[in-house]
């Protein structure tokens, strides 16, 4: 989140610490530990530059899970890229319901940026997915299961539209995906003014993805959108949360446990009420419970507990029964990565 060296400062400086014993805050700014801080991380603010395989840059600088953080990467990395190119590509991670919201509300604030469009990835296997298929059937083409899994990505496209961005949809194409299954996709986007384009970046590289890219650019050089952020960070810490439960989960309230209660008003006590949300929550569902595939309905978002992150600049609600740390596979990636004498790396791919 930070600018620049002096705002790394400031924000390492507003990190909350604890409490003394007659129940006073205490700040890194009162250990005056923030110089320390920031000489650590002198290093660490700068961006890396590095280049796709057809070299092409690449600007590679932070990137936490947008299930529990916010999910894109540094200010300054988006910054020196508008700088340096005509035009920027960031990502922001998972579901749209959680990176793209984040990207929206939180990044965009701080940084002062307005994005011209979103390019909303989809997969058709995905769509299986939320249409009811089992993991074994993911592979398997079922036009059936996708017309049940669009609601889903109909629900994304609606999101991507609250923020006054029409998005364009990229079909990440899988050697399994059925024309008429793709067709399909393509008609229901068309039907709600997203262009939905089959990218083929993974098997062709660049000359893949070339109609992707001509989409994108006809709608930033023709397009109407025009960024509003979904809610304004002086609204009281329960409605900015209802909002993002109600208009970006399609939940009916927001229900909060005693616990939550506790620490919301600890929150506003330390006066952190204007800053916006980072909800955690699982990126496997629109809710906060990862069975329920589709874009569910009739149901209510848990706020378990909270945390925030005062120096970061954002509360974060805890939703539902969720997994903070990221588990790793049953074989680690680590295991098939070598490299021999001749500086050779093998593995990563």
């Known amino acids: ?37 920031a000489i650590l991380l002198k290093d ?17 600088h932070g990137g936490p899970f947008a299930n529990i953080a916010q999910g894109t990467n540094t200010i300054i990395a988006t910054k020196m890229g508008l700088s340096l190119g005509d035009y920027v590509v960031t990502e922001a ?22 994005p011209n469009v979103i390019v909303l990835v989809a997969t058709i296997r995905a769509l299986r997915h939320h249409g009811g298929a089992k993991k074994e059937e993911y592979n398997s083409p079922s036009i059936d299961r996708v017309i049940k899994g669009f609601l889903n990505l109909e629900k994304h496209i609606e999101n991507c539209k609250k923020f006054g961005i029409t ?16 067709e399909y996709v393509q008609t229901q986007c068309e039907k709600m003014g997203a262009k939905a384009v ?8 660049g000359d893949g993805t070339t ?24 609204m009281k810490v329960e409605d900015k949360i209802n ?27 330390l006066g952190y009420d204007k800053l916006p949300i980072c909800m955690a929550k699982t990126q496997k569902s629109l809710s906060d419970k990862e069975t329920l595939v589709g874009r ?8 378990r507990e909270f945390e925030f992150a005062a120096g970061a600049g954002f509360i974060i609600p805890i939703l539902g029964d969720m997994m903070r740390m990221p588990g790793l596979p049953v074989v680690p990636a680590s295991e098939h990565m070598d490299i021999d004498n001749n500086g050779k790396i093998s593995g990563l791919s």
């Open 296 to 303: 569910p309905k009739g149901f209510t978002v848990n706020v």
């Open 93 to 114: 991670g998972f579901g749209a319901d959680l990176g793209a919201e984040k990207f929206m509300n939180i990044k965009c604030g701080y940084a002062g940026l307005a």
């Open 198 to 205: 089959v990218s083929y970046g993974f098997a062709q590289g």
């Open 44 to 60: 660490a603010i700068k961006p890396n530059l590095v280049q796709t395989l057809e070299g092409n840059p690449a600007i590679l």
């Open 1 to 37: 989140m930070s600018k620049n060296i002096d705002d790394l400062k400031s924000r390492l400086a507003n990190i909350f610490v604890g409490f003394t014993f007659d129940k006073k805050p205490i700040y890194a700014r009162d250990l005056k530990a923030q110089g320390a801080m």
């Open 211 to 234: 109609k992707l890219a001509e989409a994108v650019l006809d709608v930033i050089e023709n397009g109407n959108n025009k960024f509003k952020p979904l809610y304004d960070w002086n």
């Open 167 to 182: 998005p364009v949809v990229a079909i990440n194409y899988f050697p399994n995906d059925s024309t008429e299954e793709i």
């Open 243 to 269: 909002r993002i439960a109600t208009e970006i989960y399609g939940a009916d309230g927001v229900e909060y446990s005693s616990k939550a209660r506790t620490q919301l008003k600890m929150i506003n006590d």
